[in-house]
């Protein structure tokens, strides 16, 4: 199981980029990352998801090197509504239980206004 | 589709009570988790179902500890003679076949154990 390893915390203006980093040294090759946000008294909920290069969304944007160890989750000008925990785990599509979602302690991002 | 519901929402008990959780999935999910979570850490796996079946369950998950999805729709998660130590938010998520990393998680019910 490949672990994760991010900021424990990160402050941002009102409408600033955020990025969050992730390091996962021991991906493997049919793993994909995998990112989460939570809000207080709520369940995680799923973000984005990729493999390599780029991925973007409607919330966000996924960047993955070449080598596949680190990955950045970007959020494009945030709101204080972006507020909550963030999670980046190294999943497997067909792989199950405990060794699929391993969610650390995730990244907590304060927005100021 | 509603997604994912939880029930109760909050549950105070008194120690040695036992507390029945229950889970409604996003109903074409075959695949059901349970998740613990305390406070300032992220959820830990607590088991999962197939279905029905109960293909897996973490070593968080003591005798006292037991879950049930008869027909493979909704689960139960039930705790027998409750600790202190099970205090907690329990989290229920589903996914379908083959998206393991891409789960849908409900609300989840704050266990307060006094």
């Known amino acids: 199981l490949a672990k994760t390893t991010q900021p424990i915390s990160m402050d941002s203006y009102e409408g600033q980029e955020v990025n969050i980093t992730c390091s996962h040294n021991n991906i493997a090759t049919n793993d994909y990352i995998t990112w989460y946000q939570q809000f207080p008294s709520q369940g995680p909920r799923f973000i984005i998801q990729g493999y390599k290069t780029k991925v973007t969304n409607e919330v966000a944007s996924l960047f993955i090197p070449a080598d596949r160890k680190s990955s950045t989750l970007s959020l494009p000008r945030v709101s204080l509504s972006d507020t909550a925990v963030y999670y980046c785990?190294?999943?497997?599509?067909?792989?199950?239980?405990?060794?699929?979602?391993?969610f650390g302690t995730g990244t907590r991002l304060t927005v100021i206004p | 589709d509603t997604g994912v519901s939880q029930d109760p929402r909050h549950k105070i008990t008194k120690r040695g009570q036992n507390v029945t959780f229950r889970c409604d999935p996003i109903?074409?999910?075959?695949?059901l988790y349970w998740y613990r979570q305390t406070l300032g850490q992220g959820p830990e796996f607590l088991t999962y179902?197939?279905?029905?079946?109960?293909?897996?369950k973490s070593r968080l998950l003591s005798d006292r500890f037991s879950a049930e999805r008869p027909k493979g729709s909704f689960s139960t998660l039930e705790i027998q003679r409750t600790e202190q130590g099970d205090s907690a938010m329990y989290l229920c998520?589903?996914?379908?076949?083959?998206?393991?990393?891409?789960?849908?998680f409900g609300p989840g019910t704050r266990l307060t154990v006094t």
């Open positions: 785990l190294v999943t497997a599509p067909h792989q199950t239980g405990a060794n699929n979602l391993f």
């Open positions: 109903s074409e999910h075959n695949r």
């Open positions: 998520a589903s996914t379908a076949s083959g998206r393991g990393g891409e789960q849908y």
């Open positions: 179902f197939q279905n029905e079946a109960q293909l897996e």
